[in-house]
């Protein structure tokens, strides 16, 4: 089972960044959290996890994320690291 998402975002530096998490999560869980999607239950982990990255790093960040289910399967929190740093 799918516990975690991986999202390549942009945000404008005057916004904070928990502001962001906490309006990702909160549009989320409204569309979620109902009978016609079948996430009734829904609901986000306390907490985030997140890199900020250069322009450089953009393709091959978007590439991890279109791909997460087989790195997942076959890699650690360190090897994704050295993915998308290089």
């Known amino acids: 089972m799918e516990d975690h998402v991986h999202l390549l975002l942009s945000a404008p530096p005057t916004l904070a960044l928990s502001d ?3 309006r990702v999560k909160g549009e989320s869980s409204k569309r ?3 009978e016609k999607t079948g ?4 609901a986000w ?3 985030y996890g ?4 250069s322009q450089s790093h953009i393709p091959r960040t978007i590439r991890y994320v279109q791909n997460q289910r087989q790195h997942h399967a076959k890699a650690t929190f360190e ?3 050295r993915y998308i740093f290089g």
């Open 20 to 22: 962001v998490i906490k």
């Open 39 to 42: 996430f009734k239950d829904f």
């Open 32 to 34: 979620l959290s109902n």
């Open 45 to 47: 982990q306390d907490g």
């Open 79 to 81: 090897a994704d690291e």
């Open 50 to 53: 997140t890199f900020a990255i």
